[in-house]
């Protein structure tokens, strides 16, 4: 979170402290969160009184599955009022799944499950060595593929 600029809170809203928000201010003056739980209407809600205009859920998780709580949260997010409505994905080199087909899975679940609440960006969530292969060749070309595969 910092590393977005941004600062990690828990219990931003009302609900269970486990709950941890990022919290980031651009130049435009906009804020925003980025989350790894479902948020709940009255989450969403409160983000919204909290002038924030835009959150990126996470829609594909580090152990190579799409996240299905993201159509929960943006659709209490779009209801909310939160006008930016993004995804990130959290891709796993090492799962058997190419970059192209976890980007893939998580477009078409999104397609398929909560398109109307979706701004159709997506945010790639690049982490740790812990998350990668040994090799830097293996990597890089790992990570070139998911690159094309935004195109």
């Known amino acids: 979170c910092s590393s977005k600029g941004g600062t990690s809170i828990s219990g931003y809203c009302v609900g269970p402290t486990d709950l941890q928000c990022c919290v980031t201010k651009t130049t435009s003056g906009s804020h925003g969160v980025d989350v790894s739980t479902s948020v709940s209407s009255t989450h969403a809600s409160c983000f919204a009184s909290s002038s924030i205009t835009y959150i990126i859920p996470r829609g594909y998780r ?3 599955s799409v996240d299905t709580n993201v159509c929960t949260t943006l659709k209490n997010a779009k209801s909310a ?3 930016v409505r993004d995804v990130y994905l959290f891709p796993c080199p090492t799962c058997s799944a190419s970059a192209s087909s976890q ?3 998580l477009v078409t679940y999104l397609k398929a499950n909560c398109a109307s ?3 159709g960006r997506i945010w790639l ?3 740790g060595t812990q998350y990668w292969t040994g090799s830097t060749s293996s990597n890089k070309a790992w990570y ?3 690159v094309d ?3």
């Open 62 to 64: 580090s152990v190579g």
């Open 125 to 127: 969530d690049i982490e």
């Open 117 to 119: 609440s979706w701004s």
């Open 103 to 105: 980007m893939s899975q």
């Open 81 to 83: 009022g939160i006008s």
């Open 149 to 151: 595969a935004c195109s």
């Open 144 to 146: 070139q593929s998911l």
